[in-house]
Nanobody, 123 residues
Framework: QVQLVESGGGLVQTGGSLRLSCAAS????????MGWFRQAPGKEREFVGE????????RYADSVKGRFTISRENAKNTVYLQMNSLKPEDTAVYYC????????????????WGQGTQVTVSS
């Protein structure tokens, strides 16, 4: 039922910026918390951040805090990840995910996932 499609990935130099988008359909996006995750080759999936249903509460992993910004436009069923001051360590496939509650917080509650978009940061 729920489909999530990420876009906006690419190749950038250290210090550059990218904006990722995740378009949702077939579900209850406007009342669902959304999350961003990433997975580098040979590593476990890593939490990047999440945003509650109306954008009033946002959390970030320490590794991206101060550099990445999550936002959403419920009228467009879209969540964004603005990435600034990119580092080679940010290289990964980035995924968006939809939570089963409006508030998130429960790490086990991300039930729906996109296909991912590649972000590569050169040194």
């Amino acid at each position: 039922q729920v489909q999530l499609v990420e876009s906006g990935g690419g190749l950038v130099q250290t210090g550059g910026s990218l904006r990722l988008s995740c378009a949702a359909s077939g579900g209850t996006f406007s009342v669902s918390a959304m999350g961003w995750f990433r997975q580098a080759p040979g590593k476990e999936r890593e939490f990047v951040g999440e945003i509650n249903w109306n954008g009033g509460d946002i959390r970030y992993a320490d590794s991206v805090k101060g550099r990445f910004t999550i936002s959403r436009e419920n009228a467009k069923n879209t969540v964004y990840l603005q990435m600034n001051s990119l580092k080679p360590e940010d290289t990964a496939v980035y995924y968006c995910a939809q939570h089963i509650t409006p508030f998130g917080a429960d790490p086990g509650g991300f039930a729906y996932w996109g296909q991912g978009t590649q972000v590569t940061v050169s040194s």
